[in-house]
């Protein structure tokens, strides 16, 4: 019986809360109220399966080289970051790239570049592992770029959930230390494989996004799975 290869959004998933929502409880550690609710509302994986495949799913997680990808590499088919100053807008932006991706034409490497691109230079906030660890280890992406595996994606919407606009309604001025805006996001995932396999499936991610005044929007994290 043959395996289901798990897909580049879900990869990672299974990674301890704790450590998914660090940057999130670092950049907002003023709002005390949400350190506590956010981990009562912290679900489990989004993780869904995509194209069979005889491949069996890694066990690894991406290594310790892989936290600073040279620009060098390029970034394939990855999008590059908007000018975008909105926290809504821009985490829906981020989810649309987290969840497309092409092995024709991209390479694991050229992928991490290009999701690199979209990550606050703030290193104080920024938590890269939550991010690069979307991307297979490099035999699971030898193994769909075997089969041409590709995605696209298309955002629905996009909110804060209310365990965040609590926090900030009980302290407004708490935001300006860190300026990270914690934003939910649903939307369908494309993805697509040799000889015309392929289907669709609904997707959800919680994102950390530095929005500094005057500034445009960067990714800090992806963010334990909040969605209320």
């Not at 993780?47 to 590499?73: N, W």
């Not at 926090?167 to 369908?188: F, K, M």
Request: glycine fraction near 8%; proline fraction near 8%.
């Amino acid at each position: 019986m043959k395996k289901r290869l798990p897909s580049l959004s879900s990869y990672g998933n299974g990674w301890p809360a704790s450590r998914r929502i660090v940057i999130v409880a670092s950049a907002v550690a003023v709002l005390l109220a949400i350190a506590g609710i956010v981990a009562l509302l912290t679900g489990g994986g989004n993780g869904h399966p995509a194209p069979d495949t005889a491949a069996p799913a890694p066990s690894g997680s991406p290594s310790s080289s892989e936290a600073a990808p040279k620009p060098s590499s390029g970034s394939g088919s990855v999008s590059q970051p908007p000018q975008i100053a909105e926290p809504v807008a821009y985490a829906k932006a981020a989810a649309q790239m987290l969840w497309s991706y092409d092995t024709r034409d991209t390479s694991r490497a050229q992928q991490l570049a290009g999701m690199r691109a979209w990550m606050t230079t703030e290193t104080k906030y920024a938590d890269w592992a939550s991010v690069s660890g979307q991307v297979p280890d490099p035999l699971l992406w030898s193994r769909i770029a075997d089969q041409d595996q590709h995605a696209t994606a298309s955002v629905t919407e996009g909110h804060y959930p209310s365990a965040f606009k609590q926090a900030l309604a009980d302290d407004p001025s708490a935001i300006t230390e860190a300026y990270i805006y914690v934003v939910t996001v649903n939307g369908t995932q494309q993805i697509a494989w040799k000889k015309g396999g392929g289907g669709a499936e609904e997707r959800a991610v919680t994102l950390a996004v530095q929005c500094r005044p005057n500034h445009g929007c960067t990714l800090a994290a992806i963010a334990p799975s909040v969605t209320q």
